[in-house]
């Protein structure tokens, strides 16, 4: 070629990636980089932009060993970042869309042999680094799933020494845990059926559509056995208090911070309102986390728009209280009665929320009594609800 493409390419890099992040940024349909930072998202692309300019400097035969690097770390890196299959390939779409773009104007100044072998050899590139991609990103959901079989395997054994203690509970769970399991033996018997097929030259689209749809029911299933076990613990008293002082404020702060993407992904907007919390509290740092990580995320899986504030203070020289309001579905007066029963669910828009087992409040109401507090609950259909909880500033254990 007259001109070194792959050197052109090169030297552009930084308009690549900073326009091929632009678009990322801006597509609806692309929802798992919203969550991640701009290096997370732009930590691989620089090593395809390189191996596709090396490509376009160097002689064919130094293509494989360079595609297989960038196509297999881009496919793991995705996997481990949470991206579905429709994300992952719209990722690539632009990527090809944005390369043809920068090298336009110096394409246009090519022969026209010239622009077709270009023109080849970055199609077949990224083809080749799409479908390595793809077979990395199916290794990597496939591991996830056999070590999701594997805890279910743990848990369910634990479940099963429990649940002698738990016979009222059987119908109840055996209820619940239908629904994902027949989901998850559905797509894993279409999963097979799709693996055989690949040799004869199948799409492998719809294989990672089943196999994401079996990892969701697994941690759906997954959930569920972990809150039941905690529900069981706690029951029978094998729930040990470790009590230390504790920095309240600190404590919510760190689980706004891991809640704060699921917030974010639905528009809404969490508010502190903590200045007048109390600065030390003799408390179960862990139970105390966990009581307020199930009261925001209930609010925020119950709240389409608006905001989740949460009001923490001191009520007088022995107590005080931690509120989360959020402007949500509301709860009617006969849900209210049952909110914190085991299994119950609030059901809105026609339907019961998919990551909701029913028994998150049900823990939160034992977690609360187990800390010598007490929970009130205001709510109203289509305004939001609050939960209050109040606590003592020095809890003592009962000898």
Known sequence: MSKDLGK?????????????????RKHEDIESSKNLTYKSVRDNLPIVVRGLATLLSQPLNNRTQIIEEKGIAHGILRAEQGYDINEFLLEYGLFRKIIFAVLKPDLLSCSSDEILQTVETIDSVID?????????????????LQDLQSQLILNNQELTRL???QKESLSHLAHEFKSPLNSIMGFSSLLLKQQRGISSGQDKSLNLQFLEKVIGNSRQLLRLINNTLEMSRIEA???PLSLEWINVRS???????????????????????????????????????????????????????????????????DQWSIRVADTGVGISPEAQAQIFESYFRVASDGGYSPDSTGLGLAIVEKLVKLLNGNIELISELEKGSSFTVIFPKKITLSS
Do not use: F, H
């Open 128 to 144: 080749q680094v799409i479908s390595l991609s793809l077979e990395s990103y199916i290794e990597v959901r496939l591991q996830e």
């Open 163 to 165: 649940v002698a203690m």
């Open 237 to 239: 008293g094998k729930v």
């Open 251 to 317: 404590q919510i702060q760190t689980v706004v911070e891991a809640l704060e993407p699921a917030a974010r992904q639905k528009n809404l907007q969490v508010i502190l309102k903590c200045d007048r919390a109390p600065k030390q509290v003799l408390s179960d740092p862990l139970r105390l986390q966990q009581i307020i990580t199930n009261l925001v995320s209930n609010a925020i899986r119950y709240t389409t728009e608006g905001s989740i504030t949460i009001t923490c203070e001191v009520k007088n020289d």
């Open 8 to 24: 052109i390419l090169l030297a552009k890099n930084d308009i690549i990636i900073d326009n091929w992040i632009a678009a990322i």
